[in-house]
Nanobody, 119 residues
Framework: QVQLVESGGGLVQAGGSLRLSCAAS????????INWYRQAPGKLRELVAN???????NYADSVKGRFTISRDNAKNTVYLQMNSLKPEDTGVYYC?????????????WGQGTQVTVSS
């Protein structure tokens, strides 16, 4: 099992910055990819960025050039640095881990952290 705890959300004005953290514990060795998703009110959850075990990163077009995903292996933590925030970035941000162990893929979710960007 993998446990994920997000932190760092809050209220910020447009153009501001926030850094989200996702602390992982448990069967860390089984993690293949860490994803950041977000869900705005009335909208589907969407993938924002991810980082693979090998360190490759991917971003949604809407956040490219503004958001950066990184990790600190010593702290078992993945970060999402969000700059030049826009009101449309508002939503609940979730950390997600895809794990492979015992010939089985599993999905693990954190509880989410609220990000609100005011205009």
């Amino acid at each position: 099992q993998v446990q994920l705890v997000e932190s760092g959300g809050g209220l910020v004005q447009a153009g501001g910055s926030l850094r989200l953290s996702c602390a992982a514990s448990g069967s860390i060795f089984s993690i293949s990819v860490i994803n950041w998703y977000r869900q705005a009110p009335g909208k589907l959850r969407e993938l924002v960025a991810n980082i693979t075990r090998g360190g490759s990163t991917n971003y949604a077009d809407s956040v490219k050039g503004r958001f950066t995903i990184s990790r600190d292996n010593a702290k078992n933590t993945v970060y999402l640095q969000m700059n030049s925030l826009k009101p449309e970035d508002t939503g609940v941000y979730y950390c997600n881990a895809n794990t492979y162990y015992g010939l089985t893929w599993r999905n693990h979710w954190g509880q989410g952290t609220q990000v609100t960007v005011s205009s």
